[in-house]
């Protein structure tokens, strides 16, 4: 059985920094692309960036190119999103998903119904 367990979330004031890691148990990472999702309250989930299965290209929600950093660590079974400069809304629950064998596509939008495998979230508060 695959599993997912997000960590890293809390508190940050703006301009702020945190790193998300998401252990992935059950499979090998390196046979997966891995995404990162969020989800306000009162608003749907919305990718943010995902990295493709074997060339490691990573995409970005438009908002946080050149904020967030998404990688995975194969041999560690694990992977992370760097978020620097931290706004406001940037305040969600952060997911992260897992799909075999899957290129990201360009286009955000694809990323939520390629996705196989999903974790339990947690959650980002950015404010003063």
């Known amino acids: 059985q695959l599993k997912l367990v997000e960590s890293g979330g809390g508190l940050v004031q703006p301009g702020g920094s945190l790193s998300l890691s998401c252990v992935v148990s059950?499979?090998?990472?390196?046979?997966?692309?891995v995404s990162w999702f969020r989800q306000a309250p009162g608003r749907e989930r919305e990718g943010v960036s995902c990295?493709?299965?074997?060339?490691?290209?990573?995409e970005y929600l438009a908002s946080v190119q050149g904020r967030f950093t998404i990688s995975k660590d194969n041999a560690r079974n694990t992977a992370y999103l760097q978020m620097n400069d931290l706004r406001p809304e940037d305040t969600a629950v952060y997911y992260c998903?897992?799909?075999?064998?899957?290129?990201?596509?360009?286009?955000?939008?694809?990323?939520?119904?390629?996705?196989?495998?999903w974790g339990e979230g947690t959650l980002v508060t950015v404010s003063l």
């Open positions: 990295v493709s299965f074997r060339t490691g290209l990573p």
């Open positions: 998903a897992v799909a075999r064998d899957y290129y990201c596509s360009t286009f955000v939008s694809s990323w939520r119904r390629a996705m196989d495998y």
């Open positions: 059950g499979a090998q990472l390196e046979e997966y692309a």
